[in-house]
């Protein structure tokens, strides 16, 4: 009798049990029936976000990070939770806005990556009035099939919005819809998945999340959707900041430069170059690694191999732009401080007080000038090239400009240098001492014009011999046919109008007492694959050899940032084979060339952020916008929170901490100086007055 009770009861607790389990199916299989198109939604914009995270970060634990997916989800879920407020045939058309909109962040987000290789602020917004100039450069060479990829969301969302319209869906669930109750609901659950997010947070999320610099460590950590959300909160930021937070920033800047020195120091360049006229060249889109190369014999960059040889070669030298490119290049280069963390400083504070080199040379009674044939207001050059301290902006206008003389984005290079040169013979006469940039246009991305760029050849060339003893050439098509071999056919076009301005000069006598100092804007951000191929190619294939051939090169993700590097030389006419004449292997940033040129020429910036390369030598540390930092010994990744040793020294963890304190510090001191206008001398004066009132 016991064992028949105990049997029945056992018997009672399973069909309870499996009655619940019913339910529950019941009533999850009850869920997803009654929300497809919202479910939908959900699947399709987490989809795309992911999508995003794999085609710009292609590591799977970037992609496929549980954090950002759960970000995705989350804020996917509040967004449609409001569908729920609108009868279920009225659900889609809000679905599919929704839908749409995350889309249009994702498709702009993935063409921006693809040019800057970071992620789209809507502070950049007021430079949309620059794509008319730079079209065919992004049409041809940004936009890619892999942009066009997250329409797939809509599509599928539309498919399924009309295969249940035709079952009549839409009318089966209308009678046990509770909207209020649906949508609050949903809401909550947004809340809980929030809060799952929160609690994966480490405080560094939370650091750089405030901060906004590393965006790529933004979306790896906190998805796109966040990411945008939180730009746009951040760009509005600077607005409110400039008006609430000086009193905080001006106190990190008097800390920041508490112990440096009112006086530079000396070393053995001090002054050697003062008084002479300075010639600067800006040269676009010049990388350092197309130095020295030849393809059948011929060298890429004749010019630039025998200036380095003859000058003060800097072989270690990065430029430090962000999104603005060469105007922060010319920022960074001309005021030693870094690129401004939401929008860019030419066009977002280019009414701030600068220390700029032009203007401690007009105080040494220099003439100062810029010339580029382009339209004065691209990057906003007419009005901040007048703050810099340029007394004489030569711009398009000033230029003849033909059909027959346009390459690229406009005047070409040749005709440019060899137009400049009458205006620089005019300069001279009427001027004692002058210091003047040019700035280089040809070399620029698209790098499609290969008709224009002369005869070079990328290809490779063999001489076989055949069975019968004779010889053959054989042409292999090696980069022919690439985006970086395009870029290797403008560079030697560059490289050749850079070496006929400079004999032009020569036999104007402009050589005699000037001093030439170029510099690479920024690299030329070609594909990683285009590299691989150069450094790797099977010509019996023609393709790329196998990583386990004993050939192969390793070209990784940081072998490609690392080739970034611009060249940065010092030359005079009478330089070669001088003590002057030598190169300069240590690591150097675009911040360390005013107070390296400062003390040759005689002139001094307390608050430049770089130093001078011959006094802090193999010390040095170069920091980039997005908090990544490179040292003569290591290479630190602050997206990937790893680094690359450069040397055969340890690297300790201390080290990659105290380095992070410091590229943190310097950028937020340097944004500071430029949102609060902290070199304003009445600015403290101002904010008195302010408080008073």
Known sequence: MKRLKSTFHSAKENTIHTVKKIK?????????????????????????????????????????????????????????????????????????????FLTAICMINSVYYTFYTSFASVSMLSLTQYIGDVGDAVVENVLQLKDII?????????????????????????IKSDRKKRMLSTLAASGILALLFLVTMTPLDVSRFAKQWNKEYIVMRFGIYVYQANDVITSIQPKINSMF?????????????????????????????????????????????????????????????????????????????????????????????????SGTAFVSYYDRTFISTPKLL???????????ANNADFWNRRTMHENLGYERFFSKKDYEVTKENIIGLGLSDKEFFKQSVEKLKKINEENQKWYGTLIMLTNHTPFSDTEKYGDFEVNMKETVTKEDGTTEEVIYPYMEGTKLGNYFKSYHYADEALGEFISELDEAGLLDNTVIVLYGDHDARLPKADYNRLYNYDKESDGILSDEDPNYIKYDSYQYELGRKVPFLIWTKDMAGSELNQEITNVMGMYDVMPTLGNMLGFYNKYQLGHDIFNIKDNNIVVFPNGNWVTNKVYYNSQKEAYLSLSDEAISEEEIKSNNEYANKLLDVSDDIIVFDLLNENKDAVNEEKKGE
């Open 24 to 100: 529950k199916e019941h009533l999850i299989t009850k869920y997803l029936k009654n929300n497809i198109l919202f479910l939908t939604f959900v699947l399709t914009a987490v989809f795309n976000s992911t999508i995003l995270r794999f085609f710009c970060m292609h590591m799977l634990e970037n992609y496929l990070s549980f954090k950002a997916i759960l970000a995705d989800i989350t804020v996917a879920v509040f967004i449609g939770s409001f569908c729920y407020l609108f009868k279920p045939k009225n659900r889609f058309t809000y679905l599919m806005i929704a839908n749409i």
């Open 362 to 372: 007009q105080e040494k009674g220099y003439y100062t000038f810029s010339m580029h």
């Open 245 to 341: 937070g000086y009193d905080k920033a001006n106190k990190a800047f008097k800390d920041y430069f508490a112990d440096v020195k009112e006086e530079p120091e000396k070393n053995e360049y001090s002054d050697i170059f003062e008084g002479k006229n300075v010639i600067v060249i800006h040269a676009e889109s010049m990388q350092t690694n197309a130095i020295g190369l030849k393809f059948n014999d011929r060298e890429v960059t004749p010019t630039l191999n025998k200036l380095t040889k003859e000058g003060l070669y800097f072989s270690n030298f990065y430029s430090q732009v962000s999104v603005g490119t060469s105007s922060d290049s010319e920022l960074t280069y001309n005021t030693s401080l870094m690129p401004t963390k």
């Open 150 to 174: 997250y329409i797939i969301g809509p599509i599928v969302l539309a498919i399924v919005h009309f295969k249940l319209k035709k079952k009549n869906y839409y009318k089966k669930i209308e």
